[in-house]
């Protein structure tokens, strides 16, 4: 359970067309692999900041955003957002820097390629001297290319499922028969 929040200074959140949480969650290994997507606190529940974002992108009002907790799913519109255990199971595109990565000097000073960032969801997040770092199945990532690949996902609507326990029994089941035969001949 969410104890308490940490919010951006009120001008900025009165500026913002949504807002979001930005939590991950480590599994057993310390890998994150998943992203919570509702926590309650106090009379509210925080959807993470993938969802307010693509909201935006597709140009969806904020009141047309909903969680059907029991259905574990999210309407963005007339976008669903399939979820497993209230979690997006994150469908990681490679390592890090597979999402397009410039520096902050670069567009202040006006040296970016021209038209890098038009049209573009543009997420500005701490790189430099390994803060905000941590490990996904392919290597360790600054915690912004992993709302990156959150916000990916979900734009393509592809996010890594779970296999059923029926699947999983019935697939070792065939492998360890399959073995068992190779053995054999």
Same mark, same amino acid.
Request: hydrophobic share 45%.
């Given at each position: 359970?969410?104890?308490?929040?940490?919010?951006?200074?009120?001008?900025?959140? +009165?500026?913002?067309?949504? @807002?979001? @949480?930005? @939590? %991950? $969650?480590?599994?057993? *290994?310390? *890998?994150?692999?998943?992203?919570?997507?509702?926590?309650?606190?106090?009379?509210?529940? /925080? %959807?993470?900041?993938?969802?307010?974002?693509?909201?935006?992108? /597709?140009?969806?009002?904020? &009141?047309?955003?909903? /969680?059907?907790?029991?259905?574990?799913?999210?309407?963005?519109?007339?976008?669903?957002?399939?979820?497993?255990?209230?979690?997006? /199971?994150?469908?990681?595109? &490679?390592?890090?820097?597979?999402?397009?990565?410039?520096?902050?000097?670069?567009? =202040?000073?006006?040296?970016?390629?021209?038209?890098?960032?038009?049209?573009?969801?543009?997420?500005?997040? =701490?790189?430099?001297?390994?803060?905000?770092?941590?490990? *996904?199945?392919? $290597?360790?990532?600054?915690?912004?290319?992993?709302? +990156? *690949? +959150?916000?990916?996902?979900?734009?393509?609507?592809?996010? @890594?499922?779970?296999?059923?326990?029926?699947?999983?029994?019935?697939?070792? %089941?065939?492998?360890?028969?399959?073995?068992?035969?190779?053995? %054999?001949?």
């Amino acid at each position: 359970p969410v104890r308490g929040l940490l919010v951006s200074i009120p001008e900025a959140s +009165a500026a913002a067309k949504g @807002m979001g @949480m930005a @939590m %991950l $969650s480590e599994d057993e *290994t310390r *890998t994150v692999r998943r992203v919570p997507f509702v926590q309650r606190y106090q009379e509210g529940a /925080w %959807l993470p900041f993938a969802v307010p974002v693509v909201g935006a992108f /597709w140009g969806v009002n904020r &009141g047309a955003v909903a /969680w059907l907790g029991p259905q574990q799913q999210v309407k963005v519109g007339e976008h669903t957002i399939a979820l497993e255990k209230n979690a997006l /199971w994150l469908n990681y595109r &490679g390592p890090q820097k597979t999402f397009p990565t410039y520096s902050a000097a670069d567009l =202040v000073e006006h040296r970016l390629p021209e038209g890098a960032l038009r049209g573009k969801i543009v997420l500005i997040g =701490v790189t430099r001297l390994e803060y905000d770092l941590v490990r *996904t199945p392919f $290597s360790r990532a600054p915690g912004v290319e992993v709302q +990156a *690949t +959150a916000i990916d996902n979900v734009l393509r609507g592809d996010p @890594m499922r779970r296999s059923t326990e029926r699947f999983d029994l019935l697939a070792t %089941l065939g492998l360890g028969l399959l073995v068992s035969a190779l053995f %054999l001949f």
